[in-house]
């Protein structure tokens, strides 16, 4: 992810590139695929005072050496059934965003094994996501080493195509940690969009919840297609948040004009 303005950009804009290997062998009802990314990326992380969109001046400590022995890799192992589709999945991989260790960022390993689920109910789609992180590192003031501790994941989500061009989304994502005090966090999406104009109008209402802190990120956009290449979208982003993920950025609302030509 490039958070060098944090989530005021679009989701396909934040997420960087990665080069990696993926092979797949794909069979009628099922799939298999093994990935390896012999250079690992990380999170870009703004940390300059004069960026509204800083973290903080925070150090960020070296990323690991590139070599073989840094690596990431795993695998998937995909089934589509009637009437549901899941995955089962591991990697071998680093924590992405640095983890804060008497005040250095830093990396470390860490292994994850996943499932997912994707079923449809007449206008539903209900979806779950569980995941194991082992020895994910944790931010500490009061260890010379960086602590880690496994850490259970969880996601539910369900999407409602209501007809007539509505679509709404809402999704849970909770997370605990088997070690220190703040153990259990908690993060919720919720998104409606409606077309209008014979689907060349598409306004659209989408936020993140901090379950844990109150906090919330609440973008509010409307997107104009001019023609197959050209649209223009206005939106609004709305920040709110005293704790947590988003109080560094309750300053950071604004109001955003964007001209998108795609080829």
């Not at 906090?215 to 509010?220: E, K, S």
């Not at 309750?250 to 964007?258: A, D, F, G, I, T």
Request: aromatic fraction near 14%; hydrophobic fraction near 40%; charge should be negative.
């Amino acid at each position: 992810m490039d958070f060098t303005e944090f989530l005021a950009q679009d989701y396909d804009d934040i997420r960087i590139p990665v080069n990696g290997v993926r092979l797949r062998y794909s069979r009628e009802n099922w799939n298999i695929e093994a990935v390896a990314i012999p250079v690992s990326s990380f999170y870009l992380l703004p940390t300059d005072a004069k960026n509204p969109w800083s973290v903080g001046p925070v150090p960020i400590g070296a990323e690991p050496p590139r070599n073989i022995g840094n690596m990431e890799y795993g695998g998937r192992l995909s089934c589509f059934l009637h009437g549901a589709d899941f995955a089962v999945s591991a990697l071998h991989t680093w924590n992405k965003m640095p983890v804060i260790c008497h005040g250095v960022g830093e990396y470390r390993r860490m292994d994850m094994l996943g499932a997912d689920l994707s079923m449809p109910v007449g206008q539903f789609v209900v979806r779950g996501e569980a995941a194991e992180y082992f020895g994910e590192a944790q931010p500490t003031m009061d260890s010379a080493q960086v602590p880690r501790a496994a850490s259970s994941n969880l996601l539910i989500g369900l999407d409602w195509y209501a007809g007539n061009d509505w679509s709404l989304s809402a999704q849970y994502a909770h997370k605990y940690v088997d070690w220190g005090a703040h153990r259990h966090s908690g993060m919720a999406t919720f998104r409606i969009s409606k077309e209008l104009l014979n689907n060349t109008l598409t306004l659209q209402d989408f936020a993140y919840i901090d379950v844990t802190n109150g906090g919330f990120y609440n973008r509010l956009s409307a997107d104009y297609s001019l023609n197959d290449q050209l649209h223009a979208v206005i939106g609004y982003d709305h920040f709110h948040g005293d704790e947590g993920t988003f109080a560094i950025y309750k300053h950071n609302s604004e109001v955003w004009v964007k001209l998108k030509y795609s080829f």
